[in-house]
């Protein structure tokens, strides 16, 4: 006796429709604000407030790109370069650090130590930035690379320590104990065994302090004044928008052109990034 027909049209269909549905739609609305963007980068600027909205350019033109190659782009994109390494590799260093002392040692309230380092992730940054300001004052490196640099390492920082000490938790202690019989130091052991063997952690670390340092806003404009050190963010933000007028579509060229170099440092390091965020909850 021969099999019913099945039909083509089965429930389990229908909801993987939906689902992919849902997420086309929404991967649609979050690139809209991103095609706005490179669009309006294309226009010349009595272009931009015509109704209705043109959603391709009628005039198509590269001025805005063209306009933005001197000097001054050159030496923001040095600083944030430079603001955005240093804390990179700092806050990732001193994660680590203080991760390998939180999974090696026993104190008491460690686990409280670490909710409040996720804790405080959550902290407004506005309220952080009032202690730092006041300390950076004090110490007289306000309007300096280390003002920016240690800002963002404290923001970072947290992440870094968390992340890094679920890596370090997964990793067996014998080989640490037989360097250790064997005369080699702590930091040694650190250096020379652990974090080699927590790179996804590492790497994961470092790029979430770097794009996070690169599109840092408030601080660039509330701790830096000299055009000599400002970031990119903050020299877009001066540059472009006066008080009642702001040449939008040059802005925009110069947003393309800033958010492209961490676009491609993601899709290098992405497999790097997702295995970093993922490994650590998954072993």
């Known amino acids: 006796m021969s099999n019913p027909t099945r039909p083509l049209v089965t429930y389990r269909n229908i909801n993987a429709m939906a689902a992919y549905t849902i997420a086309i739609s929404a991967f649609a609305f979050l690139l ?29 033109t590269f001025t805005n790109y063209v306009n933005q190659f001197d000097t001054r782009l050159i030496r923001m994109f040095q600083n ?88 370090i938790d997964q990793i067996a202690v014998d ?14 052991v650190l250096i020379h065994i652990v974090l080699p063997m927590v790179r996804p952690g590492l790497a994961a670390s470092a790029i979430f302090v770097f794009v996070t340092s690169w599109n840092e806003l408030l601080m660039g404009l509330t701790f830096v004044s000299s055009p000599e050190v400002r970031t990119l963010p903050a020299g877009i933000t001066l540059a472009f928008l006066g008080e009642f007028e702001g040449d939008w579509s040059e802005m ?27 490994a650590g909850a998954l072993k």
């Open 32 to 60: 809209l604000p991103i095609y706005w963007l490179v669009v309006t980068s294309f226009k010349p600027l009595e272009s931009l407030f015509v109704v209705p909205p043109e959603l391709w350019p009628h005039e198509f």
């Open 80 to 167: 944030s370069l430079i603001v955005s390494g240093a804390a990179a590799v700092l806050s990732t260093f001193a994660g680590s650090l203080c991760a390998y002392a939180i999974s090696r040692f026993y104190f008491p309230y460690k686990n409280a130590l670490l909710l409040f380092f996720l804790a405080s992730m959550a902290f407004p940054l506005p309220l952080l930035m009032i202690t730092m300001y006041s300390t950076f004052y004090q110490l007289g490196l306000l309007d300096t690379y280390w003002a920016l640099i240690l800002g963002n390492t404290t923001l970072g920082l947290p992440l870094s320590v968390w992340l890094m000490t679920k890596f």
């Open 175 to 188: 080989m640490e104990e037989a360097a250790l019989l064997d005369g080699a130091p702590p930091f040694s």
């Open 252 to 278: 925009m060229a110069l947003a393309v052109m800033v958010t492209l170099p961490v676009f491609l440092l993601f899709m290098v390091m992405q497999k790097s990034f997702l295995k970093g965020m993922t």
